[in-house]
């Protein structure tokens, strides 16, 4: 399964909101994680099967969609926002990720 | 708390091999899946492979099927990667990382490691 991201990088200002998109080769059901990563970090675990904030995650994070599309939307951007985003399905093997979204400082 | 730790990154040639340990504390090793995830510098995230808490089950990328490893001593609390015919485009950071949820179909991954750096040239 191929999981394609757009746009490749989002220009928005601390206060925007910011829409990002995760589409699928083929259907996932809900099976479809978030990441975040920042520069020289790990990744940090966002959402779960689409919509479930995993824990210490900010409610400005949510998480939208099912079969194909699906959405990861930041209501309001804050400074330590700015970063890489990653999709992941776990439908079926092999286990895949998106190409990544940047989201840097207009 | 929960810990991992990735060893055994260093420099090798193509074709060589490496095997790398990832260290954890903190949880019930035993009871929950594991699995390998690379970063190739300035690249993206890719998932190479996974293993069930028993060891029992396997799963690979099909980029690096059959010359990759996965395996655990439950025993010692341990992760490992046995990496062999390695190739210039496996350089990359390797993490291991950590379902949030015991063993089951539950592949989202909670706790990461630092990473440790594999690099192949010559």
């Known amino acids: 399964i191929v999981l394609t991201q757009s746009p490749a990088t989002l220009s928005l200002s601390p206060g925007e909101r910011a829409t990002l998109s995760c589409r699928a080769s083929q259907s996932v059901t809900r099976y479809l994680v978030w990441y975040q990563q920042r520069p020289g970090q790990a990744p940090r675990l966002l959402i779960y099967?689409?919509?479930n904030r995993a824990t210490g995650i900010p409610a400005r994070f949510s998480g939208s969609g099912s079969g194909t599309d699906f959405t990861l939307t930041i209501s309001s951007l804050e400074p330590e926002d700015f970063a890489v985003y990653y999709c992941q399905h776990r439908s079926s093997w092999p286990l895949t990720f998106g190409g990544g979204t940047k989201v840097e400082i207009k | 708390e929960v810990h991992l730790l990735e060893s055994g990154g260093n420099l090798v040639q193509p074709g060589g091999s490496l095997r790398l340990s990832c260290a954890v504390s903190?949880?019930?090793?035993?009871?929950?899946?594991m699995s390998w995830v690379r970063q190739a510098p300035g690249k993206g995230l890719e998932w190479v492979s996974a293993?069930?808490?028993?060891?029992?089950?396997?799963y690979y990328a099909d980029s690096v099927k059959g010359r990759f490893t996965i395996s655990r001593d439950n025993s010692k609390n341990t992760l490992y990667l046995q990496m062999n015919s390695l190739r210039v485009e496996d350089t990359a950071v390797y993490y291991c990382a950590k379902p949030g949820v015991p063993d089951g179909d539950y592949w989202w991954f909670v706790e990461w490691g630092p990473g440790t750096l594999v690099t192949v040239s010559s």
């Open positions: 099967d689409a919509s």
């Open positions: 293993i069930s808490g028993s060891g029992g089950s396997t």
């Open positions: 903190g949880f019930t090793f035993s009871s929950y899946g």
